[in-house]
């Protein structure tokens, strides 16, 4: 019976990442650091999870010098992070079409709500307030809690052990390959929903993907899978299918 949503944060509860990639830039200049990352650079970089794990991967790629050590990494890591936690705070971002719905159908059908991400937990503590109010999440599984990150199955695991659920009563929402593997590297049922930086698939694997969740105003769009995941009737039902094989 399905008993829980597991969410991922960027690209899935908000299309944060233009506010990410502003927010690293800024911590950039800031550093007197040459480094500017375009849009196009950044959908590339967005391959590397984890802010920290992306700057050493950058630097490494492109040579550039002075090289940082991994304690200059994780202070500029840092600064991007309170960076964007200002840009969130002063109202620049919307949860995505359907999320507040479902959230709340959610809650009221009395099913648990978790969040599993490879953003620090500073990024999804200012998201939350920014959208507030919102139903309470029962487990936040964030960032540097676990040290393999997405497409690692380690923060789902994490968010699954914090529940106390197993895998079977739970349904993971994605908006990336990397996050569709780390959900089912888990044994989880996972939607994908598409989003700006996410990439379009084909995202085998998925149990259906969509363009968004949807709601009144802004219906979503079935893009491949066997029913259309907008409430809470359908998400049981795939989740039925999963027990089923
Ligand atoms: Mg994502």
Redesign the pocket.
Known sequence: MLQALIF?V???LAETEELHRAAFNEAFAAAGLDWQWDQALYAELLAVTGGKERMAYFQQRTGLTPALSPAEIATLHADKTARYAARVNAGGLELRPGVRRLLAEATHAGLKLAIATTTSRPNVDALLKAAAPLPAFDVIAAGDEVAAKKPAPDIFLAALRDLGLPASACIAF???AN?LASARGAGLRCVVTCSAY?GTGPFAGASAVVSHLGDADTPATLLNGPALPCGIADLRWLSALAKEG
Do not use: A, L, V, Y
Request: without cysteine; glycine residues 34%; proline residues 0%.
């Open positions: 991922d960027d690209g899935t994605e908006d990336t996050g996410g």
